[in-house]
């Protein structure tokens, strides 16, 4: 079985969502069978190891997913992939455990990009943002985004405003604002899309937002459209 998917992978341009079983695996599937991208869903890394791009997905606990990650092997895989310079999505959580550290069960993380994942009461906090009673935790629901830092190629063709469905408590935090290539207003400016290199974190879920999130799917993945026809 292994040598087929290394076979299919090598000779066909192949987009991998890994399943770490903390992940939002059946909307992505979902949604790259909508747009024709061909895709291999796989528990084991060597499985992915042939694909041109990876979509780590995720919904939960930081501390959880993990410890997930580390029984199946796929923060070792990951890190290599991040440092091999290969294309990378990270969805919701899979957003954020790509970073050093999350406040959720204070637990490392990833490590891919530098910067840390924290609670909104906290940033809202340091803020002096008091209004609890308007804006509730988690973060759920249609937002806007606005672009900065130049955008994302990933946003090709999308105007900038669009919203996008968000469900979360906590909120990336990089030490490179650089780095921040749409936000969304929740209180405090919430970083919406980061991109470092081949990494893209994205804080909403393209997979359940309509056109527009179909359309980054699309520009993620447009090698394997074209090649379908």
């Known amino acids: 079985m292994l040598a087929l998917v290394r076979f ?103 490590g891919l990009i530098k910067g840390a994942i924290r609670h909104f009461s906290t940033l809202w906090k340091e803020n002096n943002l008091n209004n609890d009673s308007l804006l509730k935790v988690p973060h759920m629901g249609w937002n806007d985004i606005v672009y900065e830092n130049g955008g994302s190629s990933l946003l090709h063709g999308i105007p900038e405003h669009s919203n996008f469905y968000f469900v979360h408590s906590y909120a990336i935090q990089p030490d490179d604002a650089h780095i921040v290539k749409a936000y969304a207003d929740y209180g405090i400016h919430v970083p919406a899309v980061v991109e470092s290199g081949s990494i893209t974190a994205f804080q909403f879920h393209p997979e359940k937002s309509g056109t527009y999130g179909m359309s980054i799917l699309k520009n993620y993945c447009k090698a394997d459209l074209k090649k379908e026809g």
């Open 8 to 110: 299919i992978c090598y000779y066909l341009n192949m987009t991998g969502i890994v399943d770490y079983n903390a992940g939002n695996i059946r909307s992505v599937e979902h949604a790259l069978d909508a747009i024709g991208a061909p895709f291999v869903l796989s528990k084991k890394p060597e499985e992915l190891a042939e694909c041109d791009r990876l979509i780590f997905p995720g919904v939960g606990d930081a501390s959880y997913a993990m410890k997930q990650l580390k029984l199946t092997g796929f923060d070792t895989f990951l890190k290599d992939w991040a440092a091999a310079g290969k294309p990378l999505i990270g969805i919701c959580l899979g957003s954020q455990i790509i970073f050093d550290h999350s406040d959720e069960g204070n637990v490392t993380c990833l």
